[in-house]
């Protein structure tokens, strides 16, 4: 099957490398001539590096470079059996794109979005098939991340569903399926990480480096929250709580921060711009956490039970199946563990007692536990996989 890829930035790029060392002949397709020469020149150095590591024969890498088209031209879309767009997070742009797409494509083709939080049913309504679109989404870097979301719409057939689920199995990775909710399973499971690290913040109770250690050293995550909105970016990881917010219909629980506001709005981007929460200037002073145990325990078990807490509401609104959201949240941003599993560990009574303290404390509606978790609690039961 010939695969097709519209947009040639680091996304796109990548899932197309993806598709090639899978196979694939692939279209990789962008309207500007300068970003396809670029995503040429980058994979060109991923396959030098991959065969200096012996991880590809010079021979394979080649046939994997050369199993690539760039083309400025959508029509060369004409023989694809999937085309997956990785373009501008806009959704009126998606829509007429999809819509052109449609016309150049042949009835069997599957279209696919690799949005991470628009809605599915929105895009595939700009088209004359709408059962043949899905959402696809793959985990920045796609080479590395093994993790891709598969999000039927609404309008969704369940067989080009299967068969495009076995496919991108097929390519060595390991695919979850997510109602067509905002964020899907990991951007939204993943929020309390960022927002509740913000209001601790806020409160006075640590700052960016201390939370970050106790993240990361108590709780064994691979980075803390502000090394990693650093890494995003502030802009970026700001617009989508915005967005996520205005599309749960304004729910406290994913209410953005004004902390993160002013860093995007006074240029401290993070590493992109050299200063976000931490400076990363040449010759800059590293900030030092307080390491207190005590204190950092309390940090960490109040982000871990407002991840765990949306974790399981995920269960409980279908959103997806026990065993895939700890899958996403292992698999697409590397948890030590998956929350429900966690939750398990820890004890769902001990989740549930926490944040009723936090939720009488607070008297805010972003600590409300879950229905679920509450008869889990009241039945003596535990997550199974």
Not at 101 to 120: F, G, K, M, R, Y
Not at 161 to 178: A, F, H, R
């Amino acid at each position: 099957m010939e695969i097709g890829v519209l947009g040639a930035g680091s996304m796109g790029a990548g899932i197309a490398q993806v598709a090639s060392q899978a196979g694939h002949k692939v279209v990789l397709c962008d309207l500007s001539e300068e970003q396809l020469s670029k995503a040429k020149a980058n994979l060109g150095k991923v396959m030098l590096r991959l065969v200096e590591k012996g991880r590809l024969s010079e021979l394979e890498a080649n046939d994997i470079q050369r199993r690539i088209n760039y083309s400025t031209d959508m029509g060369d879309f004409k023989n694809a059996g999937l085309v997956i767009e990785a373009i501008v997070e806009n959704i009126k742009v998606k829509k007429d794109v999809f819509a052109t797409l449609e016309n150049i494509v042949n009835d069997t083709c599957v279209l696919a979005s690799n949005t991470s939080s628009l809605s599915i049913a929105s895009i595939a309504a700009a088209c004359k098939q709408p059962e043949r679109v899905m959402g696809i989404h793959f985990f920045n870097p796609a080479p590395l991340m093994p993790l891709v979301e598969i999000i039927p719409a609404v309008q969704t057939d369940e067989n080009k569903l299967n068969k495009t689920k076995y496919l991108i199995d097929s390519w060595k990775k390991v695919t979850v399926l997510t109602k067509d909710t905002p964020g899907f399973i990991v951007n939204r499971v993943a929020r309390p990480f960022y927002g509740e690290a913000l209001k601790i913040y806020e409160e006075g109770v640590a700052d960016f480096a201390t939370i970050d250690w106790a993240m990361t050293e108590l709780g064994g995550f691979r980075m803390g929250p502000f090394t990693l909105m650093d890494y995003i970016g502030n802009d970026i990881n700001y617009t989508v709580t915005e967005s996520v917010f205005k599309a749960f219909y304004y729910d406290p629980r994913y209410r953005p921060s004004f902390t993160q506001k002013r860093h995007a709005e006074a240029g401290w981007l993070g590493r992109k711009s050299g200063r976000g929460y931490f400076n990363y200037a040449e010759g800059a002073e590293k900030a030092l956490p307080k390491e207190d145990k005590i204190l950092g325990t309390e940090i960490l078990n109040r982000i871990l039970v407002m991840l765990i807490n949306e974790a399981v509401d995920a269960v409980f609104l279908n959103i997806a199946s026990t065993k895939d959201v700890d899958l996403a949240m292992t698999k697409g941003v590397n948890y030590p563990k998956g929350l429900l599993a966690w939750a398990n560990e820890i004890g769902l009574e001990n989740v549930l007692s926490q944040l009723e303290n936090l939720h009488n404390e607070y008297g805010d509606d972003r600590y409300r536990p879950s229905v679920l978790l509450r008869r889990m609690v009241k039945n003596k039961e535990v997550f199974t996989f």
